[in-house]
């Protein structure tokens, strides 16, 4: 019991912490998820971090939200989710509140912006690293297939600015048929 | 009346949003300025503005805002919950789902052709942030880079790579030192 009280505690203090300082978007707060979920309590592997992150991509709502409820019922089953959802929810919430009074001073004010710009530049190396270590992943299975996929949906993605739900679609689609043609080439050998 | 006419707008706009926090923005829009004229357009503006500068999902600081705004506090969380209701069902669903299906092979081969994807999606979200920190005066050229946000950001990353530092702390340092150069100027 007290294990398990000390396993909630760890979830609500790590989902309120991440989410009070995901400035910009869902896909932020997934890096940032994967380093402490993965790298530093070992709650899960890297491969599924990236399966719940498909999941959450593809569901309806806010990107943070969804992963918080999969990242915390993986951890703690439904009452981890709640209490993940609660972590990821609060911080926003309390903040926002604050400053719906008197917004226009903190909107206005010079040095919070530079202090945003300057936030920006570490958000874009957090970003950077955990791409470039989940890249090479990737691309150390050698499986063509993958990569192919890697690039093609960065270039839809980013240059081309394709549907997100589009891309991910295609990319899952793509999965099932080789997995299909892989599983019937092993057969027939 | 009103609590109830702010849960269904905001869980309108929970259901209806795939692809992350731009995506929402338009419905958002649509809900606060068009339908129940809770926001006029410049204050619409003011909150995207908000919710870029505080962290969190575009939707949930929307709701907040605008629930804070027109009913209090009370307002403020049930515009919130209607906002993350969809999101609790459907994600429910699909994890109760996952956790135990996950080992099917037809269900592998998906996630297997989705990891490679989300990993791309994650470096474009990156590309977006970079373009904003490196060339926020518009347009991207060698004259109008940022060169102290890319001083920054090369130091973050080396950092990043050769300790296992926090990266809320990089975050935080980064942030402070853009303070400070601001002082400096």
């Known amino acids: ?189 | 009346m009103i609590y109830l006419q702010l849960f269904w707008s905001f869980f309108q706009v929970g259901l209806f949003s795939f692809g992350g926090g731009y995506a929402a923005m338009p419905l958002i829009q649509q809900q606060v300025v068009q339908h129940y004229s809770w926001l006029s357009m410049p204050e619409f503006t003011d909150l995207i503005t908000i919710s870029q500068m505080t962290p969190g999902p575009i939707a949930i600081n929307s709701a907040t805002f605008v629930g804070m705004r027109i009913a209090g506090f009370g307002g403020a969380l049930i515009a919130t919950l209607g906002c993350i209701l969809p999101s609790c069902i459907i994600v429910g669903a699909l994890a109760f789902l996952y956790f135990r299906y996950r080992g099917i092979p037809v269900i592998q081969d998906v996630l297997e052709g989705l990891r490679p994807a989300v990993v791309a999606l994650i470096a474009a979200a990156g590309i977006t942030i970079a373009v904003s920190a490196f060339w926020s005066s518009g347009g991207i050229s060698l004259t109008n880079t940022d060169w102290k946000s890319m001083l920054l950001f090369v130091a973050a990353f080396v950092v990043l790579r050769i300790k296992k530092w926090d990266p809320i702390f990089i975050m935080v340092g980064t942030g402070a030192i853009g303070g400070i150069i601001y002082f400096m100027r």
């Open chain 1, 1 to 189: 019991m007290k294990k398990k009280l000390k396993l909630y505690l760890t979830l609500f203090t790590s989902t309120f912490y991440l989410s009070a300082f995901t400035f910009g978007g869902g896909y932020v707060i997934i890096p940032l998820m994967k380093k402490r979920f993965v790298d530093n309590l070992h709650w899960l592997e890297e491969e599924e971090m990236l399966n719940l992150t498909a999941i959450a991509q593809s569901s309806p709502g806010a990107v943070a939200v969804n992963a918080a409820i999969l990242l915390g019922w993986r951890v703690a089953g439904i009452v981890g989710a709640a209490i993940s959802i609660l972590g990821t929810v609060l911080p926003p919430l309390l903040i926002l509140s604050a400053l719906s009074v008197a917004y226009t001073a903190f909107r206005d004010n010079q040095l919070v912006q530079a202090v945003l710009h300057g936030m920006q530049a570490g958000i874009v190396a957090v970003i950077a690293d955990v791409v470039w270590t989940m890249g090479q992943k990737i691309v150390a299975q050698k499986k063509a297939v993958s990569i192919f996929i890697m690039l093609g949906a960065f270039v839809a993605n980013c240059i081309f600015k394709v549907n997100l739900m589009l891309i991910i679609l295609a990319c899952g689609a793509l999965g099932a048929l080789t997995g299909f043609l892989d599983r019937k080439g092993a057969k027939q050998e």
